[in-house]
């Protein structure tokens, strides 16, 4: 067993033995593995404390420089045994199973690979480096959370510090490697995946971009997306793109030269059908063909995903589904330019909103995206206006904006800034549910779910919003 655990005096409580035993029993009948008689690493001491040097790195804006990201796992670290303690490694498992809960709730639903389905495992057995910033980042994560300290007096525990401190040391000694293989390896994506969501979690977007940008050298080195293979990593690698251009407000690093790196089709399951391409809600918004279509692989994405919740026994997705529709649509809606409050332009930002939620917002721990809230409201403004004044032709846009109110409600983040803004879409909700006679959900669900809307996600909280402006 790759890890060694060290206990005090005292019996870990009953739940943390369980989890123990739980992860233990993963690797029973698995064959014997071939042990490595060489030389191995001191494991790390609990009383050890890093250098000076080592506490300012993660301040230091040249930690994973583009330019020097030539990194991956050196051999000599394969069967590196790192010593942690029974709370620590239970931490570890906690945050791997509730992380993959708020980060990606549809995650459950993906059938993926073998490899896939196990790469935390092996790469917490055998990369060193992943498993010091696993133990860092969930520190961050379970205190971010559950509220144990704030981030600053997380980043600044010894224990901590310590873990995160000789995991960049690792990965920094790997960047004077000379095997280009295991430089750009799968094991050195999934290590500065680890530091980017360490520093989103902190706030350090600034940092997260860094990593990011390092990512985008391997994956050029590696000959682009098309040769990447694992569907888990790409997953990761798209959701943390995104979420990073959409909170600063930047260019996303993948999917920008259409010639070297063309945007990825639509999956073909998704191709609009008859009823859709005629569907009489949209020709009287005059949209642009490819926002249409756009919008037709996400009512088909929205169905796969509901029926494949309530059949019996519950389907499991393809692993490329998610990639390839969160590169398709999401990368998409990014690049269309449209005039500012226009009908494109509204619900270009609402489709985008949708995504945001759907792929890439934490449950439990909403994070901010800077074009929303102005954005979101002039055109939702410019939309309505427009539907006011054509209210004696037969051109109505009331359902639309009933779902651009509800989706904008459902992303908006919870923080006091945001306040106004949501009192101000919960205004014009209850405004235009009184117009159209709407009281009960069930109604309200009916008009959701001809636009795009994922049962699993937005029912509960959806109810939820039509209760409280109900109320007032």
């Known amino acids: 067993m790759h890890f060694i655990i060290s206990t005090d005096n005292k019996k870990p409580d009953r739940s943390t033995r369980r989890l123990i035993r739980s992860h233990v029993m993963q690797g029973i009948n698995k064959g014997r593995p071939r042990y490595d008689r060489r030389k191995k690493p001191s494991p790390i001491q609990q009383d050890q404390l890093p250098s000076p040097q080592l506490t300012e790195i993660y301040q230091d804006s040249d930690i994973i420089q583009s330019n020097k990201l030539v990194v991956g796992p050196d051999p000599s670290f394969a069967q590196f045994a790192v010593q942690v303690d029974s709370r620590t490694f239970a931490d570890i498992l906690r945050f791997a199973k509730l992380s993959m809960q708020m980060f990606f709730p549809l995650g459950f639903l993906i059938d993926f690979d073998k490899r896939d389905k196990s790469w935390f495992h092996d790469s917490i057995r055998s990369d060193a480096a992943y498993l010091h910033l696993t133990v860092s980042a969930s520190e961050v994560f379970m205190g971010s959370v559950h509220g144990r300290q704030n981030a600053d007096e997380l980043l600044a525990n010894r224990r ?30 999934r290590t500065v995946l680890m530091l980017a969501m360490t520093a989103h979690l902190m706030g350090e977007s600034e940092v997260a971009q860094k990593h990011m940008e390092g990512i985008r050298t391997i994956m050029d ?8 293979e694992s569907q888990k990593i790409l997953i990761e690698l798209f959701r943390w793109d995104l979420g990073l251009a959409l909170q600063n407000n930047t260019t996303p690093m993948f999917f920008r030269d259409k010639f070297l790196e063309p945007l990825t089709p639509f999956p073909t399951i998704f191709n609009p059908t008859l009823n859709q391409i005629n569907n009489p809600l949209l020709p009287q918004l005059h949209l642009d063909p490819t926002l249409k279509t756009t919008f037709h692989v996400l009512q088909n994405f929205c169905t796969l995903i509901n029926t494949s919740i309530t059949e019996t026994p519950q389907r499991r997705l393809s692993p490329d589904i998610i990639p390839s529709t969160l590169s398709s649509v999401m990368y998409r809606l990014l690049q269309m330019p449209f005039p500012m409050n226009s009908n494109n332009e509204a ?26 809230p102005a ?54 909700l209850r405004e235009w549910l009184e117009k159209l006679e709407i009281r009960t959900w069930g109604e309200l669900r009916g008009i959701m779910k001809r636009w795009v809307w994922v049962d699993l996600m937005h029912d509960l909280a959806g109810e939820g919003v039509l209760g409280d402006v109900l109320k007032v």
């Open 375 to 428: 954005s979101y409201q002039s055109c939702l403004l410019s939309l309505m206006e427009q539907c006011q004044r054509r209210q004696d032709e037969k051109e109505d846009s009331s359902e639309l904006i009933l779902w651009l109110l509800m989706v904008g409600i459902l992303a908006l983040p919870p923080l006091p800034s945001f306040l106004g803004t949501d009192l101000w879409m919960r205004g014009y």
């Open 221 to 228: 080195l590696r000959g682009g997306l098309r040769l990447f």
């Open 160 to 189: 901590t510090m310590l873990h995160f401190a000789k995991g960049v040391q690792i990965l920094r000694e790997r960047l004077t490697g000379v095997d280009l293989q295991t430089k750009i390896s799968d094991f050195t994506v």
């Open 347 to 372: 619900f270009r930002l609402g489709l985008l909103t949708f995504c945001h939620h759907t792929f890439l917002q934490w449950q439990d721990k909403t994070l901010p995206f800077v074009f929303f």
